[in-house]
């Protein structure tokens, strides 16, 4: 009898311990990272001699994990984020960006033009010249504006990368913890094995979230994972990774492989970085190099013209040659590598010398020759023209005629000196984040040089700059201005765009990854209420053969 | 497959998320009428959209240039064309002292009445257009005719103090167009008031001529102001060939802006009623989504046990 009773009994513990793996299931149905557990049951025989009697034990509880799918997901997972995290910030770049419409660059750039071609019609107007200047200073604005936003997103990931680099220390750790506990279990029938198990799988996911970190030995009870081709945890050892120092370095590793760049392929760190080293820069550049187009253009044309004052008697350049070599001497610097913010070529500059009383035009062209030429050898070959006098002033050229006359620059000017010099000029500065309306033209819209001549209604120079938007000012593919800012703003948006539809499609395969591993892993509770039932079933039935068993024995015993 | 209550959640949220991402999106369009919002919508619509506007503001600035033209112009044509009815005027008068039935002080009269139709024709050539002289070539803000007088006031001689190069005015990219002729151009070149001057020395005899030199000299003035106004009436009549061009430029300017308008809206602007049948749809779908899922997951068999 008492094998039938044992029966009985290994039967309704059973049927007790799975209905607690149901009740298990069915309380974690919606617990992130939680594998769904499956209870095997097996026969158990309680009697030497084979009389067919045998009861039913519980060989182990399993967490129903796939390697193969959860080594797809982490890698799927570090895909998405990587595109997922740059959406936002390809968000803030076209905001500030203002594109397509009446607050961006573009309308102010062609409104600057066409204010010129307005100063061409008008010279002699006061309220055209300043609306010119207002416009030009907006102009500046903008550019400098998107420039400082870019800078900000820039610092903006900057500081996210901290706090990945932050976040991937802490699970890095915990997950080092939580090798170092699982291999002295190294077993996942126990439930704190198990719980353990569920919260090491859903930190890797994390991690793969966060760095691309990927699982180098699955099916092992400890997990070591890499990033690219570096150790971050291994075994009970995690490497603390090192927040970049400033927006232009990389993350690094610490500890063995102390230095090492990280080379993080996916992950919300590899979005991060490439948006903070790569796209964002290269968008900072091209609008430099427009900047720098608009101020060397308009200034190589406002150089030649004379203003509503008429000729120069002295002008001071608003760049200074600087004493690269650092003896105390800036006459001795080559033009060339003399520090001035654009590129010079070998050619000339022209000077118009003219008798204020007479009006006689005396025109003197120069030959320079940068890589030969020192800044010496510019102030005494202009100290050469008779009734023109040049010197430094803190390192900025200045020329002055003798009294009795004035100068003008209308001419060829084929070595770009006086316009790298800022000579004359419109602009001050030579990229986008110093772009702005020359200092000697604040308050004196008369020192707007719009003409070639000094009739007050001449406007040939304002009609030069303003026909310079048709002016291919980027040789490469001879490019406009205002074709180049289009170019970069379609860039942009190529961009974005193109990276909403990657993570689109990244997202739509982690989805399909996802619901095959939560097809796998997750918990239905209609499947764990039929096996509720199930098990209610075998315990109700056990119970009622222990019963049963109990009658036969008391039946037995009352025949005594 | 089976299908966990995770799954079930999550496809309900991504579902829910995704169509009110669309109904966002088109009420977005909606409230702003336009198709691209920020580059990314379309990039290669985006740069269509720029470089129309673009090409539209250029339309508009040569539009305002060439009303600038008009105006300058006008102003020019319509003071030569009354400095060409003084000058007939003024010949009018000569031909009646030639006449040979008149008295020396009627010849002086009519000197007289010649040298206020000088006066005049000076006045005119001093004409100004929003603050710009129209005969004062490219220097607009310098006078361009200054007459130097005798002790009784009478005109002696006029000079041009104006510039020598012609006023130029932008009228599309890369075309320029002369506002206006240079006063020394209109008034002194064809000799119009020195001829005047002539005239008008012969008829009140300021030289003291005899009575025949007098009429010779009456005769050869007659000539020159018959010269200075046909070729005054050559210069007026080319001012006027400019205007009209001006004209016909603002009529060509006009239709393209109106039609870079039309293509600008094609590329900017939502379809409205396109935009209203999608955002009924999505609604609709949105509606089926919220009330299919609200069913479905709120049955279980655990409500069966």
């Given amino acids: 009898m008492s094998s039938e009773l044992n029966i009985a009994l290994g039967g309704v513990l059973a049927a007790r311990q799975a209905i607690e793996v149901v009740g298990s299931n069915i309380a974690n149905a919606r617990t992130e990272g939680y594998a769904r557990r499956d209870i095997q049951l097996s026969g158990q025989s309680w009697t030497e001699a084979d009389t067919g009697g045998s009861s039913v034990r519980v060989t182990g509880v399993t967490r129903t994990r796939d390697a193969f799918l959860e080594a797809r997901l982490q890698e799927y997972m570090g895909a998405f984020s990587r595109n997922d995290v740059q959406l936002d910030y390809f968000a803030e770049i076209e905001g500030i960006l203002q594109e397509p419409s009446e607050q961006g660059i573009g309308t102010a750039l062609e409104e600057f033009f066409n204010l010129w071609q307005d100063l061409a019609m008008r010279p002699a107007d006061a309220t055209t010249r300043s609306t010119l200047l207002a416009n030009a200073n907006q102009l500046a604005d903008k550019i400098r504006m998107l420039r400082d936003g870019l800078s900000d997103i820039r610092k903006a990931a900057l500081l996210e990368v901290n706090q990945v680099v932050e976040q991937v220390n802490t699970i890095a750790e915990r997950l080092a913890d939580l090798n170092d506990r699982l291999a002295i279990k190294d077993t996942e029938s126990s439930p704190a094995s198990a719980s353990l198990m569920d919260e090491r799988d859903r930190l890797v996911r994390e991690l793969a979230d966060l760095v691309g970190a990927v699982d180098v030995t699955p099916n092992q009870s400890t997990v070591r994972l890499s990033i690219g081709s570096s150790l971050l945890v291994d075994g009970s050892t995690a490497i603390r990774l090192m927040s970049p120092l400033d927006v232009n370095s990389p993350v690094t590793m610490a500890g063995g492989s102390n230095g090492v760049a990280v080379d993080a392929s996916s992950g919300k760190l590899a979005g991060l970085m490439a948006l903070m080293t790569d796209t964002v820069p290269d968008y900072l550049s091209k609008l430099d190099d427009l900047a720098a187009g608009l101020v060397a253009t308009v200034n190589g044309i406002h150089l030649q013209g004379i203003s509503a004052e008429g000729r ?25 590598t003399a520090g001035l913010p654009f590129a010079l070529t070998a050619g000339n500059m022209t000077v118009n010398i003219v008798d204020s009383a007479t009006g006689a035009v005396t025109t003197h062209s120069l ?21 023109l006098s040049a010197g430094l002033d803190n390192g900025r050229l200045r020329i002055s005629a003798s009294t009795g006359y004035e100068f003008d620059f209308n001419g060829e000017q084929t070595s770009n000196l006086l316009t790298a010099a800022g000579v004359n000029s419109f602009f001050d500065g030579y990229d986008a984040a110093t772009i702005r309306i020359a200092s000697r033209l604040e308050g004196h819209t008369e020192r707007i040089a719009a003409g070639l001549s000094t009739d007050s209604g001449d406007g040939a120079n304002a009609l ?22 289009r170019q970069f703003v379609t860039e942009i948006g190529n961009d974005s765009a193109g990276c909403s539809r990657i993570a689109e499609t990244r997202e739509n395969l982690l989805d399909i990854v996802r619901t095959q591993e939560e097809s796998l892993s997750g918990v239905s509770t209609d499947e764990e209420a039929a096996r509720l039932m199930e098990y209610q079933q075998m315990y109700q039935a056990c119970a009622r053969y222990l019963a049963i068993v109990g009658k036969l024995t008391e039946s037995l015993l009352s025949a005594i | 497959m089976r299908v966990t209550e995770r799954s079930r959640t999550a496809d309900l949220l991504r579902n ?7 109904i966002g999106t088109l009420y977005n369009k909606m409230a702003s009428q336009q198709a691209v919002s920020v580059p990314s919508d379309d990039p290669s619509r985006t740069a269509s959209i720029m470089r129309i506007s673009a090409y539209l503001t250029t339309l508009e600035q040569t539009g305002d240039s060439l009303k600038e033209v008009q105006g300058f112009l006008g102003m020019a044509v319509d003071t030569l064309e009354v400095c060409s009815d003084t000058v007939m005027e003024a010949q009018t008068l000569a031909t009646h002292a030639l006449s040979g039935t008149l008295s020396p002080s009627e010849w002086n009269a009519i000197g007289n009445d010649i040298n206020e139709l000088l006066e005049s024709i000076v006045q005119y050539a001093n004409q100004n257009y929003d603050g710009r002289y129209v005969f004062a070539g490219a220097d607009t803000k310098t006078i361009p005719f200054a007459a130097t007088r005798n002790a009784e006031g009478i005109i002696e001689a006029v000079s041009y103090e104006g510039s020598q190069t012609e006023k130029v005015f932008p009228i599309g990219r890369n075309r320029r167009m002369a506002g206006s002729v240079t006063g020394e151009a209109a008034f002194l070149d064809t000799g119009l008031i020195a001829s005047l001057i002539s005239v008008r020395d012969a008829l009140t005899n300021a030289d003291g001529l005899s009575p025949e030199e007098q009429e010779e000299a009456i005769r050869s003035g007659f000539d020159a102001l018959s010269t200075a106004q046909s070729d005054f009436f050559a210069l007026t009549g080319n001012l006027a060939a400019r205007c009209a061009e001006v004209d016909a430029l603002i009529d060509q300017n006009a239709s393209m802006t109106s039609r870079a308008n039309e293509t600008l809206s094609n590329a900017r602007d939502v379809d409205v009623a396109e935009l209203t049948v999608n955002l009924q749809r999505e609604q609709l779908v949105y509606e089926a989504l919220l009330a299919s899922s609200a069913k479905i997951m709120s049955i279980s068999l655990l409500d069966f046990i």
């Avoid at chain 1, 200074?320 to 001795?332: R, T």
């Avoid at chain 1, 030069?464 to 800012?485: K, Q, S």
Wanted: no cysteine.
């Fill in chain 2, 16 to 22: 829910i998320q995704d169509t009110s991402e669309r």
């Fill in chain 1, 312 to 336: 120069l008697a002295d002008v001071t350049a608003s760049s200074a040659f600087l004493d690269v070599d650092n003896d105390g001497n800036v006459s001795n610097e080559i033009l060339a």
């Fill in chain 1, 464 to 485: 030069r700059i303003a026909e310079a938007r048709y002016a291919a000012v980027f040789t490469e593919g001879n490019v406009t201005l205002p074709d180049y800012y």
């Fill in chain 1, 367 to 387: 030959d320079v020759n940068p890589s030969v030429m020192t800044v010496g050898d510019l102030v005494t070959a202009l100290n050469s023209i008779a009734n």
